[in-house]
T-cell receptor, first 114, second 114 residues
Framework: SQELEQSPQSLIVQEGKNLTINCTSS?????LYWYKQKYGEGLIFLMM?????EEKSHEKITAKLDEKKQQSSLHITASQPSHAGIYLC??????????????FGKGTHLIIQP | DAGVTQSPTHLIKTRGQQVTLRCSPK?????VSWYQQALGQGPQFIFQ???????QRGNFPDRFSGHQFPNYSSELNVNALLLGDSALYLC?????????????FGDGTRLSIL
């Protein structure tokens, strides 16, 4: 089963609109990463969250970690064409027997319409 | 300041062959992790190398092996290639083992198996 669920799977928004992407874990989160990927390319690091309730912002992107709900959200304000791409959440997820490495969701495909 | 570099960028092999992929970490980083990303999926953790030893391993068969050199660069070897091994192989580097430091990714090697 997928340990990290991202929603929505895809998103089309008009340029200038706000949007939110969610990442939910079925297990305890010990750290969460947000990355952006352009099709067929490497992952670009956006933010890392480690503490419950932590919130970080970079330019027009804000990410929050709600450790109690095992969720994180990524919010983009006043979207631009440069925001288009695949957004991936990755987390340090423990299965009880030890670290499983960094686990990723399947990604959210974001399209910005002019 | 060079980021993570991977070679080659593209590779075509046939079933049963063996392949070696290479990764040079970001300057100042000493830990290398490898991931496999199938089309439409998030990256899957293969293993992590630190101090020239495999420290953590994901759910991949022994056909997948690796090596880390004294200069921190790394190789991923895959033997007896299967059609299902076709994927984007990503290398990530960080400072120190574990997952409490940002993982910086390269652009990947696209491996196609015929």
């Amino acid at each position: 089963s997928q340990e990290l669920e991202q929603s929505p799977q895809s998103l089309i928004v008009q340029e200038g609109k706000n949007l939110t992407i969610n990442c939910t874990s079925s297990k305890t989160l010990y750290g969460l990463y947000w990355y952006k990927q352009k099709y067929g390319e490497g992952l670009i690091f956006l933010m890392m969250l480690q503490k419950g309730g932590e919130e970080k912002s970079h330019e027009k992107i804000t990410a929050k970690l709600d450790e109690k709900k095992q969720q994180s959200s990524l919010h983009i304000t006043a979207s631009q064409p440069s925001h288009a791409g695949i957004y991936l959440c990755g987390a340090d997820v423990y299965s009880g027997g030890g670290a499983d490495g960094l686990t990723f969701g399947k990604g959210t495909h974001l399209i910005i319409q002019p | 300041d060079a980021g993570v570099t991977q070679s080659p960028t593209h590779l075509i092999k046939t079933r049963g062959q063996q392949v070696t992929l290479r990764c040079s970490p970001k300057s100042g980083h000493d830990t290398v992790s490898w991931y496999q990303q199938a089309l439409g999926q998030g990256p899957q953790f293969i293993f992590q190398y630190y101090e020239e030893e495999e420290r953590q391993r994901g759910n991949f068969p022994d056909r997948f092996s690796g090596h880390q050199f004294p200069n921190y660069s790394s190789e991923l070897n895959v033997n007896a290639l299967l059609l299902g091994d076709s994927a984007l192989y990503l290398c990530a580097s960080s400072l120190g083992q574990g997952w409490n430091q940002p993982q910086h990714f390269g652009d990947g090697t696209r491996l196609s198996i015929l």
